[in-house]
């Protein structure tokens, strides 16, 4: 056989392999439109051996990598960044932090930013921080940036600079509205996560600005399920114009100024006609804290909108109900506008049992700060801070190591046999 048929035969066995691949589901549990993504299932098996920020067996070494690839960690522990931001571009990656001997990875003192296409991370800590920074340091913790079909899932950010976890890009790359949304991000997963404490008035250059998710103008097909929202100002989340998906089952604990909001600012959109955003928010709570001001739990703000709210517990201070919904309600929806068929969400009612069960890096295994926010859902109690240092600032361990055994996992889906 001729080698150029070789070769052709070659890529469509592995367009096919990946194709086949990406029917399946991510891993058990996973929900919404980036379910489906294979990651790096397949891939090369590339081991982190060493928790310093970069260099031979690092995270970056191991991110950086071209091939698809799934990253194992025969490590545990601290891995300090020191202000790096990594910023990952090749796509079909798994990184998976269930992997790591206790007390698992956690990261600080810097950020990750997503900027490819089929990517899975699960259990992992990021907690940014900005104790060592001057004004106009402004980083996320966890980006996603013109991405798509990216599931994070069952990590804990905090101390967030800019937001602690988001969905981002361009507003208007390409020649129309179809264009605009596939060249920002889209089919994104954002499930089981502890999203907290975002930083107040700390380096961000606006001033105060403690954050907890951005939605970008024009992101579509958003899934936004079973995280735990806790002690953010704002942005738990923001869905910005033309912004479309859905908000399930999340608990949102001592929100400081606004809970779950819609918003397109003019000025942004000058010259482009606005965008009809769409969100679909059932089975949430909102449960006001030392923080809160008397807000709703959704706010509707500039902007064409289409909202949809079913099976939804707000309760002010003294757990008494709160208003659910403020703004035009000509926005209101009887039916879904948007919605993902795979996700069937449970009762409000048992919204904070999952929580404690299911949210954050390692459940079986919380460091000390999961453990705090945790607990702090429960008695309804911290606050919204300027810097880490006011709750005991970046967390201290020694490094753990065991090795990765293939055999004792189920390589498809990274579960423990």
Same mark, same amino acid.
């Not at 990406?22 to 790096?40: K, R, Y």
């Not at 919605?339 to 890096?361: L, M, Q």
């Given at each position: 056989?001729?080698?150029?048929?070789?070769?052709?035969?070659?890529?469509?066995?592995?367009?096919?392999?990946?194709?086949? &691949?990406?029917?399946?589901?991510?891993?058990?549990?996973?929900?919404?439109?980036?379910?489906?993504? $294979?990651?790096?299932?397949?891939?090369?098996?590339?081991?982190?051996?060493?928790?310093?920020?970069?260099?031979?067996?690092?995270?970056?070494?191991?991110?950086?990598?071209?091939? $698809?690839?799934?990253?194992?960690?025969?490590?545990?522990?601290?891995?300090?960044?020191?202000?790096?931001?990594?910023?990952?571009?090749? /796509?079909?990656?798994?990184?998976?932090?269930?992997?790591? $001997?206790? /007390?698992?990875? #956690?990261?600080?003192?810097?950020?990750?930013?997503?900027?490819?296409?089929?990517?899975?991370?699960?259990?992992?800590?990021?907690?940014?921080?900005?104790?060592?920074?001057?004004?106009?340091?402004?980083?996320?913790?966890?980006?996603?940036?013109?991405?798509?079909?990216?599931?994070?899932?069952?990590?804990?950010?905090?101390?967030?600079?800019?937001?602690?976890?988001?969905?981002?890009?361009?507003?208007?790359?390409?020649?129309?509205?179809?264009?605009?949304?596939?060249?920002?991000?889209?089919?994104? #997963?954002?499930?089981?996560?502890?999203?907290?404490?975002?930083?107040?008035?700390? #380096?961000?250059?606006?001033?105060?600005?403690?954050?907890?998710? &951005?939605?970008?103008?024009?992101?579509?097909?958003?899934?936004?399920?079973?995280?735990?929202?806790?002690?953010?100002?704002?942005?738990?989340?923001?869905?910005?114009?033309?912004?479309?998906?859905?908000?399930?089952?999340?608990?949102?604990?001592?929100?400081?100024?606004?809970?779950?909001?819609?918003?397109?600012?003019?000025?942004?959109?000058?010259?482009? /006609?606005?965008?009809?955003?769409?969100? #679909?928010?059932?089975?949430?709570?909102?449960?006001?804290?030392?923080?809160?001001?008397?807000?709703?739990?959704?706010?509707?703000?500039?902007?064409?909108?289409?909202?949809?709210?079913?099976?939804?517990?707000?309760?002010?201070?003294?757990?008494?109900?709160?208003? &659910?919904?403020?703004?035009?309600?000509?926005?209101?929806?009887?039916?879904?506008?948007?919605?993902?068929?795979?996700?069937? /969400?449970?009762?409000?009612?048992?919204?904070?049992?999952?929580?404690?069960?299911?949210?954050?890096?390692?459940?079986?295994?919380?460091?000390?700060?999961?453990?705090?926010?945790?607990?702090?859902?429960?008695?309804?109690?911290?606050?919204?801070?300027?810097?880490?240092?006011?709750?005991?600032?970046? $967390?201290?361990?020694?490094?753990?190591?065991?090795?990765?055994?293939?055999?004792?996992?189920?390589?498809?889906?990274?579960?423990?046999?």
């Amino acid at each position: 056989m001729k080698k150029s048929n070789q070769t052709y035969i070659f890529l469509l066995f592995f367009l096919w392999a990946f194709g086949a &691949l990406a029917q399946d589901i991510a891993f058990p549990g996973a929900l919404g439109w980036a379910s489906a993504t $294979p990651g790096g299932r397949g891939g090369k098996i590339i081991r982190v051996t060493s928790l310093n920020g970069q260099g031979p067996g690092s995270f970056l070494e191991a991110v950086t990598s071209t091939e $698809p690839r799934i990253v194992v960690f025969e490590v545990g522990g601290i891995v300090d960044l020191k202000g790096q931001i990594i910023t990952i571009r090749s /796509p079909f990656l798994t990184i998976a932090g269930q992997t790591a $001997p206790s /007390p698992g990875i #956690t990261f600080i003192d810097g950020g990750i930013n997503i900027q490819t296409h089929d990517v899975i991370v699960q259990h992992i800590r990021l907690r940014q921080g900005a104790s060592r920074h001057v004004k106009g340091w402004e980083p996320d913790a966890m980006a996603a940036i013109s991405a798509y079909n990216v599931v994070i899932d069952h990590c804990s950010f905090s101390w967030g600079v800019d937001e602690n976890c988001s969905a981002s890009g361009p507003r208007f790359k390409g020649e129309n509205v179809d264009e605009w949304r596939k060249n920002t991000s889209h089919s994104i #997963t954002m499930s089981n996560n502890i999203i907290a404490e975002g930083l107040s008035n700390s #380096t961000h250059p606006k001033g105060e600005h403690s954050k907890g998710t &951005l939605i970008h103008d024009n992101a579509t097909d958003i899934a936004i399920v079973g995280n735990l929202y806790a002690s953010n100002r704002d942005r738990n989340a923001l869905f910005k114009g033309g912004a479309r998906g859905i908000y399930v089952n999340n608990y949102i604990q001592n929100p400081g100024r606004n809970a779950i909001r819609y918003g397109l600012v003019d000025e942004e959109w000058q010259g482009y /006609p606005h965008q009809t955003g769409q969100v #679909t928010i059932v089975g949430n709570v909102m449960q006001h804290g030392p923080s809160s001001s008397d807000m709703p739990m959704m706010y509707a703000g500039n902007g064409p909108c289409e909202i949809y709210m079913e099976d939804n517990i707000a309760k002010n201070k003294l757990g008494l109900q709160a208003r &659910l919904f403020f703004g035009d309600t000509l926005k209101i929806r009887n039916e879904k506008p948007v919605w993902f068929a795979g996700i069937k /969400p449970i009762k409000a009612s048992e919204v904070k049992k999952s929580i404690v069960k299911n949210a954050g890096a390692r459940p079986w295994d919380r460091d000390e700060h999961d453990k705090r926010f945790i607990s702090e859902m429960l008695s309804n109690s911290g606050k919204v801070i300027d810097s880490e240092t006011q709750v005991g600032g970046y $967390p201290a361990s020694r490094p753990t190591n065991k090795k990765f055994v293939e055999k004792d996992w189920d390589l498809k889906y990274m579960t423990k046999k």
